[in-house]
C-alpha cells in the first residue's frame, strides 16, 4: 500500500515522502495516528502543495527543536533510585524516568525521543541523548545517586 507520510517516522521515512508499507500497518497505526495518508490519486494531485507547507513546517520545527537543544543541552538531572551491593539499582532507570524529571525541571520532551542504549541498572553520571529533530540532537546528563 503506498501512502504519504505527514510525520517523521523513525525507520521508514521523513515528512512528505512517498513510501510503500504493508497494507495493515498503514490501516491500523499510520492513518489512525495521523503520521500518513492514503496515497490515492487525489492526495498524489494534492502532494506538491502538501510538500510545500510541510517543507515549511519542517523549517520551523527545525529552529523550535535549535532552541530546545540550546536549553537541553545544560541541564542535568539527578535521579535518587534504592540501591544494593555494589551500586546496582533495584529496577532501572528507564526513558520514562528522565522525561518525567525533565517534565519537573520545565522541559516537556516525549519519552520516545529519550535514546538509552538499554536501562541504566547502576549508580552513576551517563550521557543520554535526546533526539528532538531528524537532524538535531541534545544530551544531558544524568546522575544516578543512591536514595
Not at 83 to 94: A, I, P, R
Not at 101 to 109: K, P, Q, S, T, Y
Amino acid at each position: 500500500m503506498e501512502i504519504i507520510l505527514i510525520e517523521d517516522v523513525p525507520k521508514l521515512g521523513d515528512m512528505g515522502e512517498l513510501v510503500q508499507v504493508k497494507p495493515g500497518y498503514a490501516r491500523n497505526y499510520l492513518i489512525p495516528q495521523r503520521l500518513a495518508v492514503r496515497a490515492d490519486s487525489r492526495n498524489k494531485a494534492q502532494l506538491e502543495h502538501q510538500r510545500r507547507i510541510i517543507d515549511a513546517r519542517r523549517i520551523k520545527l527545525a529552529s523550535e527543536a535549535e532552541t530546545t537543544r540550546s536549553a537541553i543541552d545544560q541541564i542535568s538531572v539527578t535521579l535518587p533510585k534504592r540501591c544494593g551491593d555494589g551500586d546496582k539499582l533495584f529496577g532501572s532507570v528507564t526513558n520514562r524516568d528522565i522525561a518525567t524529571a525533565l517534565r519537573a525541571a520545565g522541559h516537556d520532551v516525549n519519552a520516545k525521543r529519550i535514546l538509552l542504549d538499554g536501562p541504566i541498572k547502576e549508580l552513576g553520571i551517563y550521557t543520554v541523548h535526546i533526539k528532538l529533530h531528524a537532524d538535531i540532537v541534545a544530551g544531558i546528563r544524568v546522575w544516578v545517586v543512591s536514595q
